[in-house]
């Protein structure tokens, strides 16, 4: 999902559902960024990202329209890639 940014106009976002056993917090968030730089081109890197619930809709299907709407409004729950290095 994109995601606004005053350099790059939009960066890559990753909204992440941790399977269990994992904790959300900074330390996951620097795991999955390394993750990302050593598999992934430039271009294509995680530069943000969020852990919590998707929303979904009855049949199960990702409601895209509401982490486009979470992703306009700013959230204090994201990590940065360049605030964890």
Same mark, same amino acid.
């Given at each position: 999902?994109?995601?606004p940014d005053?350099?790059? &106009? @939009?960066?890559?976002?990753?909204?992440?559902? *941790?399977?269990?056993?994992?904790? !959300?917090?900074?330390?996951?968030? +620097?795991?999955?960024?390394?993750?990302?730089?050593?598999? &992934? @081109?430039?271009?294509k890197?995680?530069?943000? *990202?969020?852990?919590g619930?998707? !929303?979904?809709?009855?049949?199960? +299907?990702?409601r895209?329209?509401?982490?486009?709407e979470?992703? @306009?409004?700013g959230?204090?729950?994201?990590?940065?890639?360049?605030?964890?290095?």
């Amino acid at each position: 999902m994109p995601a606004p940014d005053p350099v790059r &106009l @939009a960066v890559p976002k990753a909204y992440i559902v *941790l399977a269990e056993g994992w904790e !959300p917090g900074p330390d996951t968030a +620097k795991l999955l960024f390394e993750h990302s730089r050593a598999v &992934l @081109a430039p271009y294509k890197r995680i530069r943000r *990202l969020e852990f919590g619930v998707l !929303p979904k809709t009855v049949s199960g +299907k990702i409601r895209r329209i509401e982490l486009r709407e979470r992703t @306009a409004e700013g959230s204090t729950a994201e990590y940065v890639e360049g605030d964890l290095r």
